[in-house]
């Protein structure tokens, strides 16, 4: 097999050693799912020399719920999207719930290298 037709694949994350002690890989959508869940899941400020990346979902779950914070939590998450992720995917769908003790993001996306589309829930739950 050449190198242009071998399947594209990035390293899994979270970062671990596969079965025969290498850098573990995903495949491209796996990886790319991965991605946007790290992007929700961060809060702003989390990260050492990126101090702007994040969206701060999870610092939402406490807040009271009001159609408001979700408007709000619904333009920073596609902000964040848009401009961390925004080379790798297009956003088609966002819808974010946010219930008594959790926060839910429905999305829908199309990868930008396959051109396949992907509806994905990511949650974020109160511990």
């Known amino acids: 097999m050449s190198p242009r037709t071998r399947p594209r694949t990035d390293i899994a994350f979270p970062f671990r050693a596969d079965r025969r002690g290498r850098t573990a890989h995903a495949a491209h959508a796996a990886h790319v799912h991965d991605l946007i869940e790290q992007l929700l899941f961060t809060s702003p400020g989390e990260r050492v020399m990126r101090p702007d990346f994040g969206c701060g979902l999870l610092d939402l779950v406490f807040?009271?719920?009001?159609?408001?914070?979700v408007s709000t939590l619904e333009?920073?998450?596609q902000a964040s999207l848009q401009r961390w992720l925004g080379d790798l995917?297009?956003?088609?769908a966002l819808d974010v719930v946010s219930?008594?003790?959790?926060?839910?993001?429905?999305?829908?996306?199309?990868?930008?290298?396959?051109?396949?589309?992907t509806d994905d829930v990511f949650e974020g739950r109160a511990v």
Request: aromatic share 4%; proline share 6%.
């Open 75 to 77: 333009l920073s998450v």
């Open 63 to 69: 807040a009271p719920n009001s159609p408001e914070l």
């Open 99 to 117: 219930d008594d003790n959790a926060v839910r993001v429905h999305l829908s996306y199309v990868l930008r290298a396959t051109g396949a589309r």
């Open 89 to 92: 995917i297009d956003v088609v």
